[in-house]
């Protein structure tokens, strides 16, 4: 009978041409008993370990050995031993063989960062160097239940720390995103009541010309109101999640913690580069 293999009964020992063997009251451990180690995560989502690693064993119990470059660390967790599928580079570092990243693994994106960009759309300031509010913004078709949304690649807090600077996905709700085209509809409605008549309506009766004066000045004033309206809206779903200077304290916080954790990945993954490999028997 098979003896499970735990850290009471499991040791490393060391040949003299310095080969580490994994091994079970005294014999090496074989294919068989490795496999039947339970999988888990050693790298928690936050970066931490979940427990001490052991080594890597050169073998791919789970016929694994043609997907992207990865190691199987044995590591202990409590008084149980457990072996762990860990990819040689996180999931938003991963460069496909095409060259791109893993769909929504490089992008970050969080209720924060939602929270922001809708206060960003009711200020009137900028992403980037484009204006929020100029063109239109571009709606999204792609996200359930979010089919009035508006993506936008935001700027990162200022004072970060590290060099890697990871893009941040946003997404705002339909009363931002209406009151961004609303804007811009009063926009394009004032300017034709600034610009006054053509040329070529000039030509018009004079009763035509002060209809037309009239209707723009109709639309333009209409149009104002309901975007007066909807920022009143907007300003109150602002004033819920705390206020401007909450939203962007807890964007720039988040932010920080993002890139914190990024950093305990990658230098999980350099520490477990260095663990010894462990030699099991056929």
């Not at 004032?190 to 070529?200: H, I, M, T």
């Not at 333009?220 to 304290?249: I, N, S, W």
């Amino acid at each position: 009978m098979t003896k499970q293999l735990t850290t009471q009964n499991a040791t490393i020992t060391t040949a003299t041409v310095e080969v580490k063997t994994l091994t079970i009251s005294g014999k090496q451990v074989t294919l068989a008993v490795f496999r039947q180690l339970k999988e888990e995560p050693l790298i928690a989502q936050d970066g931490t370990l979940n427990g001490e690693p052991w080594g890597v064993v050169n073998y791919h119990p789970d016929k694994c050995g043609d997907e992207r470059e990865h190691v199987h660390v044995v590591w202990q967790n409590g008084s149980d031993l457990r072996r762990s599928y860990v990819t040689a580079v996180p999931d938003f570092d991963y460069l496909t063989p095409n060259g791109n990243h893993l769909k929504d693994a490089h992008w970050y994106s969080s209720t924060a960062a939602n929270r922001y960009l809708t206060a960003l759309i009711c200020m009137g300031l900028t992403a980037g160097n484009e204006p929020l509010l100029s063109p239109r913004p571009r709606r999204s078709s792609e996200l359930y239940g979010e089919a009035d949304s508006y993506l936008a690649k935001l700027e990162l807090p200022a004072g970060l720390a590290g060099t890697d600077i990871f893009p941040v996905m946003a997404t705002a709700p339909r009363v931002a995103v209406d009151a961004a085209d609303l804007a811009a509809q009063y926009l394009t409605a004032q300017a034709k009541v600034d610009a006054g008549l053509s040329d070529y309506e000039r030509t018009m009766s004079p009763d035509w010309q002060a209809n037309a004066i009239a209707s723009r000045r109709d639309t333009a004033e209409r149009t104002r109101q309901k975007y007066e309206e909807a920022m009143e809206v907007l300003r109150a779903a602002v004033e819920r999640c705390g206020g401007f200077d909450a939203v962007g304290d807890a964007y720039s916080a988040e932010i920080e913690a993002e890139e914190a954790r990024r950093k305990r990945h990658r230098e999980a993954r350099a520490r477990l580069a260095d663990l010894p490999q462990l030699f099991i028997a056929v």
